[in-house]
C-alpha cells in the first residue's frame, strides 16, 4: 500500500507523458474504428474516421514537443482536457448508432432486489429539505475540476500537473469505454414508472445550473458508473497526493459530497455511483502506479541496493 504516500509527480514523467501519449492515441484509433465499422449507417462516419486518426497524429506532434519542453508547462499539457471533452460529446452521436437498448432496467432490479426499493426514486421525497444543499453539492464537480488544475498548475511543477492529466485520462477514458459498451440512461433521463419527476426538484440557483450544463454538454447513455464520482473521487486522490493535508481534506470532503448528492439529485442510480467510486479507486490506486512504476527516490536508490547485496564488494 506504499504508492498511496507517493507525492504527486514523485513517479517518472518521462512514463507519465509516454502513457498520456499512448491512451489518448490509443482511444483515438479505437472511435476511428467504431465509425469505420459504422459507415453504412452514418454519411459522416468517413469524416469522424479521418478526425480521429488526424487526432492521433497531433497528440504524437504534440508529445514531441513536450518532450522538448520537459521542465517547463506551456499550452500543449492542456491538450488532453480538448480531447476528453471531445470524446465525451461524440458519445452523443455514437449512442442512437450503436445502441437500441440500456441496462437501466436490470440495475433499477438489481437495486430493488437488494433494498427492497431505489434509492433516488424516495430518498428525495423523504428529505426534501436538502434539495437545496444537495443541488450545490452536485455543483461542486464543475468547480472542483477547476481548483484542482489550477492547485497544480501554479506550483509549476512539469511532472505534478501530467500525472494529474494522466489520473484524470485514465479515470475518463475508462468510463467512456464502458459507456461505448453498456449504456445507461439514468433516472433523469428514463422518467417512467419506477422514477419521480426530477423536475419537480426545486432546490434554487444551483438546480437552474445544473440543469443548464446538463442540457448544453450532457451525452445519453452515459450514467453507469457516474463519472462525477468517479471524476471528483479521482480528483481528491490527486489532491491529497499532493502533500497538502487541508487542501485534500477539503477535495475529499467535496467528493464525498458530491458523490452522495449524485443518487439524491437523481442523476444516477445508486449503483452508478458505487462503481464509479469502485472504478476510481482501483484506477488510481493500481492502474497509474503501474503505469508510472517506481518513484524516482526509489529509483534512484536501486545502485545502492545491489551493491550492498553483490558479495564481491565484502
Given at each position: 500500500?506504499?504508492?498511496l504516500?507517493?507525492t504527486?509527480?514523485e513517479?517518472s514523467?518521462?512514463?507519465?507523458a509516454r502513457?498520456?501519449t499512448t491512451?489518448?492515441?490509443?482511444?483515438?484509433?479505437?472511435?476511428?474504428?467504431?465509425?469505420?465499422?459504422l459507415?453504412?449507417?452514418?454519411?459522416?462516419?468517413?469524416?469522424?474516421a479521418?478526425?480521429?486518426?488526424?487526432?492521433a497524429?497531433?497528440?504524437?506532434?504534440?508529445?514531441?514537443?513536450?518532450?522538448?519542453?520537459?521542465?517547463?508547462?506551456s499550452?500543449?499539457?492542456?491538450?488532453?482536457?480538448l480531447?476528453?471533452?471531445?470524446?465525451?460529446?461524440?458519445?452523443?452521436?455514437?449512442?442512437?448508432?450503436l445502441?437500441?437498448?440500456?441496462?437501466?432496467?436490470a440495475?433499477?432490479?438489481?437495486?430493488?432486489?437488494?433494498l427492497g426499493f431505489?434509492v433516488h426514486?424516495v430518498w428525495w421525497?423523504s428529505?426534501p429539505?436538502?434539495?437545496?444543499v444537495m443541488a450545490?453539492l452536485?455543483?461542486?464537480?464543475?468547480p472542483?475540476?477547476?481548483?484542482?488544475?489550477?492547485?497544480?498548475?501554479?506550483?509549476?511543477?512539469?511532472?505534478?500537473?501530467?500525472?494529474?492529466?494522466?489520473?484524470?485520462?485514465?479515470?475518463y477514458l475508462?468510463c467512456?469505454?464502458?459507456?461505448?459498451?453498456?449504456?445507461t440512461?439514468?433516472?433523469?433521463?428514463?422518467?417512467?414508472?419506477l422514477?419521480?419527476?426530477?423536475a419537480g426538484?426545486l432546490?434554487?440557483?444551483f438546480q437552474?445550473l445544473?440543469?443548464?450544463l446538463?442540457?448544453?454538454?450532457?451525452?445519453?447513455?452515459?450514467?453507469?458508473?457516474?463519472?462525477?464520482v468517479a471524476?471528483?473521487?479521482?480528483v481528491?486522490?490527486?489532491?491529497?497526493?499532493?502533500?497538502?493535508?487541508?487542501f485534500?481534506n477539503v477535495?475529499?470532503a467535496?467528493g464525498?459530497g458530491?458523490?452522495?448528492?449524485t443518487?439524491y439529485?437523481?442523476?444516477?442510480?445508486l449503483l452508478d455511483?458505487?462503481?464509479?467510486?469502485?472504478?476510481?479507486v482501483a484506477?488510481?490506486?493500481a492502474?497509474v502506479?503501474?503505469l508510472?512504476g517506481a518513484?524516482?527516490t526509489?529509483?534512484?536508490?536501486?545502485?545502492?541496493?545491489?551493491?550492498?547485496?553483490?558479495?564481491s564488494?565484502?
Amino acid at each position: 500500500m506504499k504508492h498511496l504516500n507517493v507525492t504527486l509527480g514523485e513517479r517518472s514523467p518521462e512514463r507519465a507523458a509516454r502513457a498520456l501519449t499512448t491512451l489518448l492515441v490509443g482511444f483515438n484509433l479505437l472511435l476511428a474504428g467504431i465509425w469505420i465499422g459504422l459507415s453504412a449507417r452514418s454519411s459522416g462516419a468517413s469524416w469522424y474516421a479521418a478526425g480521429h486518426v488526424v487526432a492521433a497524429g497531433v497528440v504524437l506532434v504534440a508529445a514531441r514537443q513536450q518532450r522538448e519542453s520537459a521542465n517547463r508547462l506551456s499550452v500543449v499539457d492542456l491538450l488532453p482536457l480538448l480531447f476528453l471533452g471531445a470524446f465525451w460529446a461524440e458519445l452523443r452521436a455514437l449512442f442512437p448508432l450503436l445502441h437500441t437498448s440500456t441496462v437501466d432496467g436490470a440495475i433499477v432490479a438489481v437495486e430493488r432486489s437488494v433494498l427492497g426499493f431505489n434509492v433516488h426514486a424516495v430518498w428525495w421525497r423523504s428529505m426534501p429539505w436538502l434539495r437545496g444543499v444537495m443541488a450545490m453539492l452536485y455543483f461542486g464537480y464543475f468547480p472542483g475540476q477547476i481548483v484542482i488544475l489550477s492547485f497544480v498548475a501554479l506550483r509549476r511543477q512539469p511532472a505534478a500537473f501530467r500525472e494529474l492529466m494522466l489520473r484524470g485520462v485514465v479515470t475518463y477514458l475508462c468510463c467512456d469505454a464502458i459507456y461505448l459498451a453498456i449504456p445507461t440512461l439514468g433516472p433523469r433521463a428514463m422518467q417512467s414508472g419506477l422514477e419521480v419527476d426530477a423536475a419537480g426538484h426545486l432546490a434554487g440557483v444551483f438546480q437552474v445550473l445544473n440543469d443548464a450544463l446538463r442540457d448544453f454538454g450532457d451525452s445519453p447513455g452515459t450514467a453507469f458508473p457516474s463519472s462525477h464520482v468517479a471524476g471528483i473521487l479521482t480528483v481528491a486522490i490527486a489532491a491529497r497526493a499532493t502533500g497538502n493535508r487541508a487542501f485534500g481534506n477539503v477535495m475529499t470532503a467535496l467528493g464525498v459530497g458530491v458523490s452522495i448528492a449524485t443518487v439524491y439529485t437523481q442523476n444516477h442510480y445508486l449503483l452508478d455511483a458505487m462503481a464509479g467510486a469502485a472504478l476510481a479507486v482501483a484506477l488510481q490506486h493500481a492502474v497509474v502506479p503501474a503505469l508510472l512504476g517506481a518513484t524516482r527516490t526509489e529509483t534512484a536508490m536501486e545502485p545502492a541496493r545491489v551493491t550492498a547485496l553483490n558479495p564481491s564488494e565484502h
